[in-house]
């Protein structure tokens, strides 16, 4: 297989290749790095210069980007669909608790008073047609999870030209046609070590509070902001891990059965026969949606 790494989008994207005969992996492997890089510019909070931060800013943006639109309608999508736990309309709340620039940047302060709730659950409106993307007032849009989810499924159709592969983006990752095995095997970490994952094709993605933690007034953040309050997710999870047809539906699934806890979670996952593997804040491993019988 041919690689590629590279920084993009606050992690790290790991693309891998098996080539078809004749084809060009080279050339492939760098149209996906100036993807990656190309959407950042577009949908990155973090960015000044981005359309989403001057949708931010002015509120409304007229000739938007054809992704930044369809990154808010599957966004908006997923909000109704979930009932609210995934939401991009997070922003200020998580500028309230502390994640306000990226996250190498992100600093403690327990000196600083702990933050309130933010506002979540804001009127957007799209008009695809017209490319036109409006906020409704004190409303503001942070689409990092979807916008990694999007970009993930968007370089693996560009790689696939070249052949079976892979494109992971710390976690979140995508895969085309059939390697030389028949089947992909990912490697996931449970509570107690890791487990390997075998499935014959798709998407997997990882929504987890234990990584990107920080402190504010004495109390610890971390990410992962459950909409409902406006404040991070107090769940009994500690990551969900979950198998799904795209990268985006597997971060928007994963999000969500996070901020459910672990009772509502395997419920729905097993409702909706959504491979699941949840690994719980005391420490065990528990699989869900049809994974039990997974080695």
Same mark, same amino acid.
Do not use: K, L, M, Q
């Given at each position: 297989m041919q690689r590629l790494v590279f920084p993009a989008m606050g992690t790290r994207i790991d693309c891998l290749v098996e080539p078809d005969e004749g084809a060009r992996p080279g050339a492939a492997l760098q149209l996906v790095q100036e993807e990656f890089r190309r959407l950042e510019e577009l949908l990155s909070r973090f960015l000044p210069g981005s359309q989403l931060s001057r949708l931010n800013r002015d509120g409304a943006l007229d000739d938007a980007a054809p992704e930044l639109v369809e990154c808010v309608r599957l966004a908006l999508e997923a #909000? +109704? #669909? *979930?009932?609210? !736990?995934?939401? =991009? *309309? %997070?922003?200020? &709340? %998580? @500028?309230?608790?502390?994640? /306000? !620039?990226?996250? +190498? +940047? @992100? +600093?403690? &302060? /327990? /000196? &600083? =008073?702990?933050p309130a709730a933010g506002r979540c659950g804001g009127a957007v409106r799209v008009d695809a047609a017209c490319r036109r993307v409006e906020l409704g007032a004190g409303t503001r849009l942070d689409l990092g999870g979807i916008a990694k989810g999007y970009a993930v499924d968007r370089a693996c159709d560009l790689l696939a030209t070249a052949g079976p592969c892979i494109v992971n983006a710390g976690g979140d990752l995508a895969t085309r046609g059939e390697p030389p095995e028949g089947t992909w095997r990912i490697g996931i970490e449970t509570a107690t070590g890791s487990r390997q994952l075998t499935f014959e094709g798709g998407a997997i993605a990882t929504s987890g509070r234990d990584a990107r933690r920080w402190r504010r007034g004495g109390v610890e953040q971390h990410h992962l902001i459950d909409p409902r309050t406006g404040r991070p997710a107090a769940t009994d999870l500690l990551r969900v891990t979950v198998v799904a047809g795209t990268a985006v539906e597997a971060e928007v699934l994963a999000k969500a059965l996070l901020v459910a806890g672990e009772a509502d979670a395997v419920r729905e996952a097993d409702g909706l026969g959504v491979p699941a593997l949840l690994v719980t804040a005391d420490g065990r491993t528990v699989a869900a949606g049809g994974l039990a019988h997974e080695g």
């Open positions: #909000r +109704e #669909r *979930t009932g609210g !736990r995934f939401d =991009p *309309t %997070i922003h200020d &709340a %998580i @500028v309230a608790c502390g994640y /306000d !620039r990226s996250f +190498e +940047e @992100v +600093e403690d &302060a /327990d /000196d &600083a =008073p702990p």
